[in-house]
């Protein structure tokens, strides 16, 4: 009877509250993608609720999403984030910064009246910066997805910052998520982690008293993928697509730009290299308005059509945390891919089989050049980088996983 039951589990519809810092949508951020696919894959199967702020009139404009979905939305006012309360948080909260500015009466206020009108089976907690909106839900069975180990990512942009004030100041932070990460997991039912190398981190830091899973970024594989045709034009052009204004992307690009382009233009002066994603800063535009070869978009519809077209997608990451759906969506693409190891961390790669990896500019210019010349190298580690994404990084088996989570804490409350 007890397969049965599992079974029958398996089939039981619930009522969740998911709770988010930000409307998903429009799905231009990585974390934005991951919250808009998991909401999607559970939302076939249960009944959702989404609580999430609002941060301008837009959003109401893309509920309209969600209710295509059968996904109930509350938007609730952002906390107004000046200038003054920003410094006095930084310089006078044991929270840190990322956390305290989604600190709001009104959404817990939200929240309460909801728990009170519904009876939902679990709460889903999407990042870090909203675990405290956990003690509105005493007694119910809780999970916090985080996106990455938000200390480790504090810990390496400072690793990189040149400025010694800025350094000092990730370093502070650092120490106020550190405490603030490993004591908020605690009130949790489960954690769920995007790659086994933050689960580890996360078991250390809360000492195993709380069950972490690994669920993994994931890709649309319908969506992402090679018209099979090769384009007409495709040039000798290397793509890098993420939001500009996520400072490992920055970092990433400059270095690029700095370190490894001119090695490449060295034995290939025709190379362009496009830079696909909002908010590029005004380094990286300075950076494009002095070479033409450099091409700055912006914010585009489809970053397909440039993923496409390159020949190369480059990954030059230096500031690792998380798993990059930039590199799924590629594979997925079947293109070849040269990344950093840190980079890559998290996906379940085989060097030399469905990615190149290089660390030093000089190594990743050459990892470049080599796949620039060769034709058959490309399509091979493209080949083998689409069946890894089908097999593992599909959207639909990773909402199975989440589905399997949901189910291990709502019968672990009812035992």
Known sequence: SGSINKFMNLLRKMRILFIAPRLPLPADTGGKIRTFNLLKQISRDHTVDLATFSFDGEDAWHVQGFRELGIAVTLVPAPKDDTLRKVITVLLSALPYSVSKYHSK?????????????????????????????????????????????????????????????????????GKMKQFESRAILHYSACTAVSQNDVDILKNLTGGNVPIHVLPNGVDTEFFTSPGSRPQQEEDALVFTGSMDWLPNDDAVVFFCQEVLPLIWEQNANVKFYIVGKSPSAAVKKMAQKDPRIVVTGRVDDVRTYIQQAKVFVVPIRIGGGTRLKILEAMSMQKAVVSTTVGAEGIAHTKDVNIVLGDTPRAFAQQVLVLLKNQQKREVLGTAARKLALEKYDWRIIGKKLNQVYEDITNARQQ
């Open 106 to 174: 009104k959404m817990e206020k939200a929240l309460v009246a909801l728990k009170a009108v519904k009876n939902y089976d679990a709460v889903h907690v999407d990042h870090i910066h909203m675990a405290h909106y956990q003690n509105c839900f005493q007694g119910l069975p809780c999970l916090i997805d985080e996106h990455n180990v938000e200390y480790k990512i504090l810990e390496r942009c400072g690793n990189v910052e040149n400025s010694a004030w800025k350094r000092q100041l990730y370093s502070q932070q650092a």
